[in-house]
Nanobody, 119 residues
Framework: QVQLVESGGGLVQAGGSLRLACAVSGSIFTIDTMGWYRQAPGKQRELVAAISSGGYTHYTDSVEGRFTISRDNAKNTVYLQMNSLKAEDTALYYC?????????????WGQGTQVTVSS
């Protein structure tokens, strides 16, 4: 059974920093693109950042220059370093990974971790 377990969310003041982590476990053949999404109340889930297996990164415009995505392939873990946080970054953050398992290739999601930025 594949699991994505997120950690690192919490309450922080505007201008502060948080680091999210998402550890993947289970019977996995390969992990391709990993990413972080977020969903604020009343809004659609949006892509925040993604990183390919080769290290290519992509960011949504609103976090460019403030957030950094990275991954440790040996640990099957993806990170999101969030600096200069703003109130509008408040959301439930989800980890996502495209993986190949014995069941084939599909996208997997974590349970979400809350990030709240107070202004």
């Amino acid at each position: 059974q594949v699991q994505l377990v997120e950690s690192g969310g919490g309450l922080v003041q505007a201008g502060g920093s948080l680091r999210l982590a998402c550890a993947v476990s289970g019977s996995i053949f390969t992990i391709d693109t990993m990413g972080w999404y977020r969903q604020a109340p009343g809004k659609q889930r949006e892509l925040v950042a993604a990183i390919s297996s080769g290290g290519y990164t992509h960011y949504t415009d609103s976090v460019e220059g403030r957030f950094t995505i990275s991954r440790d392939n040996a640990k099957n873990t993806v990170y999101l370093q969030m600096n200069s946080l703003k109130a509008e970054d408040t959301a439930l953050y989800y980890c996502n990974a495209d993986m190949t398992t014995i069941s084939g290739r599909r996208s997997y999601w974590g349970q979400g971790t809350q990030v709240t930025v107070s202004s």
